[in-house]
Every structure is written in C-alpha cells, then in structure tokens.
Nanobody, 115 residues
Framework: QVQLVESGGGLVQDGGSLRLSCAASGFTFRTYAFVWYRQAPGKERELVAD???????NYVDSVKGRFTISRDNAKNTVYLQMNNLKPEDTAVYYCKAERSIYVYWGQGTQVTVSS
C-alpha cells in the first residue's frame, strides 16, 4: 500500500523556521523524484521545490535562499527546511512522488505564518 505522510507543519511567527517531512512507503523510494507543492486559500496549487532521484534540486523564485529540499533514501523521507518564513508562505503543503506514469500524493500539512 502506497503512503505519503507529511508532518511538521504548524503555526510560526514571521521570520521563524519549520521543517516538513514526507515519509514514504509502499514503493521504491530511491527511484522517485519528489515535489513539494503548496496551496493557499483561494489560490492555485504552486510548485515550491523538487528533488530528482539523483538529488538535483529546483526551487520557485519566491523561496530560493530560504527553503531547502533534501532526501534521505535510508529513511524513505523527504524534507523541506523552511527558514525566514513569511506570512505569504501560509498554505497547505503537499508532497508528491513521481516516476514516469506513477504519481502519488500526500494528504498535506498546514503551515501558518503570523505577522
């Protein structure tokens, strides 16, 4: 059974930090790329960062220098370290695993940044 479980969200003040985790099971983790998305109320889902199976990373411009995506293949977990958080980062954050036609989503975790 495939599962992606996000955790680590919460309420933090402007300038604070959070680390999101995405724990995966039920598929061959090391062969998949992973993407973190976010969706704020009334807005479309937005790609935040992605990491390939080989560890190559990409970020949306608005989080460059503040967020870091990483993966631990031994723990079947992907992380999103978020520093210097801003109120505009408030959203539900989702983890997605993808390889060819295979795509799996997590349930999301809420991140709220207060000003």
């Amino acid at each position: 059974q495939v599962q992606l479980v996000e955790s680590g969200g919460g309420l933090v003040q402007d300038g604070g930090s959070l680390r999101l985790s995405c724990a995966a099971s039920g598929f061959t983790f090391r062969t998949y790329a992973f993407v973190w998305y976010r969706q704020a109320p009334g807005k479309e889902r937005e790609l935040v960062a992605d990491i390939s199976s080989g560890g190559r990373t990409n970020y949306v411009d608005s989080v460059k220098g503040r967020f870091t995506i990483s993966r631990d293949n031994a723990k079947n977990t992907v992380y999103l370290q978020m520093n210097n958080l801003k109120p505009e980062d408030t959203a539900v954050y989702y983890c997605k695993a993808e390889r060819s036609i295979y795509v799996y989503w997590g349930q999301g975790t809420q991140v709220t940044v207060s000003s």
